[in-house]
C-alpha cells in the first residue's frame, strides 16, 4: 500500500499571502489529522476530519483551515500568512485506532 | 487537560549503549501510550504502544512499559545503533475515543560508532 503523501514538500510564501498544502492518505484510512510542527512548540494539533466532518480541532486562530473530500484526500489552508506559520506541517491517517496513526513526510512551510 | 513530558535532549551515545528516555503524562481516566520515531527528513512512525497499565510495547528492541502508579512510559533500548539516531516522541491518546495525539516535546538521540 502507498503511504501517506503530502504535495507540495516544500513552499516558500511572503507575509500576508495565502497557502493550501494538500494530503492523500492511505488507502481505505477515513481520518485524516494535521500537526504543525516547530522547533520551539513541537507537534501540535490542529485538527482532524472523518468522513469529511471536522472531529476534532486544536486550539488555532481561524486563519488556518482545512476539508476533506469524498475520497478522503485533504486540504489545509491557512490564509494571512505570518511569519510564525513557519513549520513543518504533518499529516496523519489512520482507519479510527486510537492514536495510530501513519504520517506523511510533511510540508516545510517558510514565511518571508 | 492532558500532557506528556519527555526529558530534554539532544542525547548522544556510543554505539552498544543503554537507552533510557524518560516520558511522564498527566491524563484522566485510562489513556493509551505510544512512542513515535521521526528519521531525519521523514514524518513520524509509530513505535510501539501500550494501551493499559502494566502493558509493555516492543518493537525493534525498543521496549516501554505502562506504569499507571508512576505516571510513565520511559523507552529502554538495551543496545543502540548508529542507525536508531532520529528524534523520539512519547504521546498520549486519551482514553475517552477518538480524541487526538498530545505529543511531548521529542528526544533527540545520536548514537556515534
Known amino acids: 500500500k502507498a503511504g501517506v503523501t503530502q504535495t507540495p514538500r516544500y513552499l516558500i510564501k511572503t507575509r500576508g499571502q495565502q497557502v493550501t498544502l494538500s494530503c492523500s492518505p492511505i488507502?481505505?484510512?477515513?481520518?485524516v489529522s494535521w500537526y504543525q510542527q516547530t522547533p520551539g512548540q513541537g507537534l501540535q494539533f490542529l485538527f482532524e476530519?472523518?468522513?469529511?466532518?471536522?472531529?476534532n480541532k486544536g486550539n488555532f486562530p481561524g486563519r488556518f483551515s482545512g476539508r476533506q473530500f469524498s475520497n478522503s484526500r485533504s486540504e489545509m489552508n491557512v490564509s494571512t500568512l505570518e511569519l510564525g506559520d513557519s513549520a513543518l506541517y504533518l499529516c496523519?491517517?489512520?482507519?479510527?485506532?486510537?492514536?495510530?496513526?501513519?504520517f506523511g513526510p510533511g510540508t516545510r512551510l517558510t514565511v518571508t | 487537560g492532558n500532557s506528556v513530558t519527555q526529558m530534554e535532549g539532544p542525547v548522544t551515545l556510543s554505539e552498544e549503549a543503554f537507552l533510557t528516555i524518560n516520558c511522564t503524562y498527566t491524563?484522566?481516566?485510562?489513556?493509551?501510550l505510544f512512542w513515535y520515531v521521526q528519521y531525519p527528513g521523514e514524518g513520524l512512525q509509530l513505535l510501539l504502544k501500550?494501551?493499559?497499565?502494566?502493558d509493555k510495547g516492543s518493537n525493534k528492541g525498543f521496549e516501554a512499559t505502562y506504569r499507571k502508579e508512576t505516571t510513565s512510559f520511559h523507552l529502554e533500548k538495551g543496545s543502540v545503533q548508529v542507525s536508531d539516531s532520529a528524534v523520539y516522541f512519547c504521546?498520549?491518546?486519551?482514553?475517552?475515543?477518538?480524541?487526538?495525539?498530545?505529543f511531548g516535546k521529542g528526544t533527540r538521540l545520536s548514537v556515534i560508532a
Open positions: 501500550a494501551t493499559k497499565a502494566d
Open positions: 476530519y472523518f468522513s469529511e466532518t471536522q472531529r
Open positions: 496523519a491517517s489512520s482507519q479510527g485506532q486510537p492514536g495510530q496513526q501513519y
Open positions: 491524563a484522566t481516566g485510562y489513556p493509551s
Open positions: 488507502s481505505g484510512h477515513r481520518s
Open positions: 504521546a498520549l491518546s486519551g482514553s475517552s475515543g477518538n480524541t487526538p495525539l498530545v
